[in-house]
């Protein structure tokens, strides 16, 4: 069963371009290995990190969105953890919450369709009301 998720990973700030980039291609064909497939990969660049770890104050984000089946997850984690340039990483399923999220904005599309619809038909009517009430004042 293919699920969605979001891996977010910080690498140590210090660490060069190439090398960062040749992570995220060892963590691609992990995931292709795998029979998963990545949706996305957004390189959110240096931050400060809220609390020191590692003795680090900063580091570059790197979230990947990456569609599989929890052995996919599960491998990817295990080569983040023995990647020593990783310094924190974090998995989050995302698919239920997606789901979720289009089952409420269809609420939301079919109330604002409903509710707009009589709004339209009370501003009309006091459109037509008012010529009726002209027509015996003019006679």
Do not use: C, W
Request: positive net charge.
């Amino acid at each position: 069963m293919n699920r969605t998720y979001e891996l977010m990973f910080i690498v140590r700030p210090d660490m060069a371009d190439e090398d960062l980039e040749k992570l995220i291609s060892t963590l691609e064909t992990t995931v292709t290995a795998a029979q998963g497939s990545i949706k996305s990969i957004d390189r959110m660049g240096k931050r400060r990190l809220a609390y020191v770890v590692r003795k680090f104050r900063e580091g570059v984000y790197i979230l990947l969105t990456i569609e599989g089946a929890g052995t996919v997850v599960h491998e990817l984690e295990r080569r983040l953890r023995v990647t020593e340039p990783v310094i924190k990483f974090l998995t989050v399923r995302i698919d239920e919450e997606q789901k979720r999220l289009d089952k409420i904005k269809k609420l939301r599309d079919a109330k604002k369709k409903v509710s707009a619809q009589p709004a339209v038909v009370a501003e009309e009517a006091p459109a037509a009301a008012a010529p009726a009430a002209e027509t015996p004042a003019t006679a």
